[in-house]
């Protein structure tokens, strides 16, 4: 095989330097796992590690359920009261992998007790939640985050550093859309905690719309205003024992989003755009180039530079996002050996992970509850704008 310059076989460090630091779990089903497999790969894969993951306990409702997420993940306890894992002394960073309801009381409770926080996106189902949550970390003076996990995708961090450099000039347009299709006629799909307001807040807006409106935060900057349509397509699906559930949610929303850069952006996500499984796209154009990313090929930026010949006048070409030298990959494999989504995770923890042991900001790349906040006040003008047909103004 030829020299890729992947370096990172032999570490500077031994791992058995790094410090512990105890992980309690709230959650064992989609984050819960996802989180987890972050946690076991850290200390080999982002070589030598800041920190050694303990994974002290899990916490879930039903007791058989949770026993077999603790053996399976490997967590040294369980409990089925998430009270009383944020009460054991051996969990240093609570993780918050619950539905939308299950955000803030526990993350206020652990910030009262000196935990640092992950917490799942949305950070909240309102600005009010999201408001008390940043008040308590504020106050308690833990360490947080929100798992804005598409902030660490390679593809994603090259396009921050390019804009951070200029490349793209001035940004005129930020156009991103988020579209699944699972709650379709045809998937069935019964009345879950994501099409409830009082447990998720939003539907497609807070699930899909949030990571959209994160990264064009992260990208492009502030918004000033946004003006907004939602739709909810399928008002009542069944619920238990199939009686029908009124549907309280958005299915979908289209947004115009103003930044206070100048720069214009449409913002749209869904969860009936059939054949799209997992679209998570977006593309800005600025005065001096392009750039386009789609998840479900996270590995490739599409890149278009003007004046650059001959890609000027061949419009976009195709970045593999897999050298050494690209945002994380010195952690993983020689270049083309492409890695996927669970690794976004990886990289997010052991960011956060590096923030607490070596008291490093969070931010930039990282999302603070500040940022969970922003995101939620966003959140809610949008709902608001629609509602209103008018166009509202962000203030934080
Ligand atoms: N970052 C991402 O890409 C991403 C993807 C999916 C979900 N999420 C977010 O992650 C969070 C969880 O979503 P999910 O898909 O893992 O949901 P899920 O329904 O798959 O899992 C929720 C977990 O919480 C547990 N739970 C629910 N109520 C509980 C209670 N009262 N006490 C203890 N445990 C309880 C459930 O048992 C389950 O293990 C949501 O906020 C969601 O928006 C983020």
Known sequence: MAETGFTNMAGTAAAGSAPEIGIGMLGYAFMGKAHSNAFKKLPYMMYPPVA?????????R???????AAARYGY?????????????DRVQLFDNG??????????????????SILCEKPLARSTAEAAAMLEAVTKAG?????????????????????????????????????????????????????LDKTVAGSGALGDLGSHIIDLGRYLVGEPRRVSAAVSTFIKAR?????KPQTVDVDDAFAATIEFQNGALGTLEATRYAGGHKNSNCLE?????????????????????????????????????????HHPFWSNWWPHGHIIGWEHTFVHEIHHFLDAIVNNKPVGPHGATFE???RNAVICDAILQSADTGRRVDINY
């Not at 650059?308 to 419009?315: A, D, K, N, R």
């Open 238 to 242: 069944p619920g238990v024992g199939g």
């Open 142 to 194: 833990v360490k947080h985050a929100v798992a804005f996990n598409y902030r660490f995708v390679p593809a994603i961090r090259l396009a921050k550093d390019l804009i951070a450099d200029g490349k793209l000039g001035q940004i005129y347009h930020f156009r991103a859309v988020y579209l699944q299709e699972w709650i379709m006629p045809h998937y069935n799909t019964p009345h879950i905690w994501r």
């Open 52 to 60: 050694l993951p303990k994974l002290v306990a899990i916490a879930g």
């Open 284 to 324: 800005i154009n600025g005065e001096k180039g392009s750039i386009r990313f789609n998840l479900e090929r996270m590995n490739e930026l599409e890149v278009h530079w003007i004046g650059e010949e001959p890609q000027s006048t061949q419009g976009f070409h195709q970045v593999l996002v897999s050298e050494a």
């Open 98 to 115: 619950g539905p939308n309801d299950l955000h803030a009381e526990p993350c206020i409770l652990a910030a009262q007790a000196g935990k």
């Open 62 to 68: 039903n007791e058989a359920a949770v026993r077999e």
């Open 371 to 373: 940022d969970g906040y």
């Open 76 to 88: 040294a306890s369980h409990y089925t009261d998430w009270r009383k894992m944020i009460q054991d």
